[in-house]
């Protein structure tokens, strides 16, 4: 089924903004910050790709699940959607990461100052 491939990376975007909206970690805490670090990281992966597809490294494979337009030869349109895709979720994860670790150590230490306290 053509387009199948678009349609679930669109969706896993869908639902990765979903959680980045209810706990606020990256694009509704910094929009501008977020926009830019997934434009920026999607143009160097795109590069990467580019290298690589220079190299004969990465060829693109036939697939029914994609949507068969190309943006260059072994560059398939779903790859710079993919990408930022990526991009984004790397910023979700790491904010959510370093938010957890956050609280931790708040914990650890409001702990160990009621420890101290007679």
Do not use: C, N
């Not at 830019?36 to 693109?60: E, H, N, Q, R, S």
């Not at 979700?92 to 409001?110: F, N, W, Y």
Request: glycine share 8%; hydrophobic share 55%.
């Amino acid at each position: 089924m053509p387009g199948l491939y678009l349609l679930a990376i669109l969706a896993s975007t869908a639902g990765v903004m979903l959680l980045d909206r209810r706990w606020r970690l990256a694009a509704w805490h910094r929009p501008g910050r977020t926009a830019a670090a997934v434009g920026i990281g999607t143009a160097f992966f795109l590069l990467w790709d580019a290298v690589g597809i220079v190299a004969g490294v990465f060829v693109k494979g036939d697939s029914a699940l994609l949507l068969g337009i190309d943006l260059a030869p072994h560059l398939p349109l779903e790859e710079p959607v993919f990408l930022a895709f990526l991009s984004y979720l790397a910023l979700v994860v790491s904010a959510a990461a370093e938010r957890a670790l956050s609280r931790r150590d708040r914990q650890d230490a409001g702990a160990a100052t009621s420890r101290e306290i007679p």
